[in-house]
């Protein structure tokens, strides 16, 4: 099989819709925004988390959130979203890529996100360890269409790139490994 070349980037999709329902928190994005409805679902609910999820597995070729974290696990009843973001970043990283950026929509007549967008940008970059500028998050409104009232939905693109960090850490450890054997051949010299 080919294996897959050493600057290549690569790029994934997710795409996830919660309802929403009253008398739930509601978390977007990790960021809890006041509203009296929250989107519905196992763990926390929250779309936009579910989706960059699985933007980052899908761009890994690694399966999705639901095989990873079932909803038949009572485990993940409740769970907090960003630790399925963070388990999908270990995934990424393990592979010796890094995100270069995120691209999301959020579609929601209520809450009205607008206001929120750079706290859950900054939630965003804060998880995923990557500069603000990086990630951008956009709000959308379902414009009146019916097939989307009382619904959140959330779309992720994401872009892998190789960590040039990775090699440059690894040739490090070596250096100061070098350096210590240099110390104890020093120090037995004497
Ligand atoms: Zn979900």
Known sequence: ??????????????????????????????????CDEGPRG????????????????????????????PDADAANAGRDSAEFVSAALGSVAARGLGVANV?????????????HRDAIRGRIAGILGVPLDSVSVKAKSWQGLPAGAGSVLAQVVVLLAPRAGKNVRAAAVRTRGRVRDLTRLRQRRR
Do not use: Q
């Open 1 to 34: 099989m080919p294996r897959r070349r050493a600057n290549e980037g690569r790029v994934g999709i997710g795409w996830d819709a919660h309802p929403l329902a009253p008398g739930i928190p509601c978390r977007i994005g990790g960021v809890a925004i006041p």
């Open 42 to 69: 196992h763990s926390d609910g929250d779309p936009l988390l579910h989706a960059l999820a699985d933007a980052l597995y899908g761009a890994i070729a690694d399966g999705d959130l639901g095989t990873h974290f």
């Open 103 to 115: 691209d999301a929509v959020v579609t929601a007549e209520k809450p009205r996100l607008g206001p």
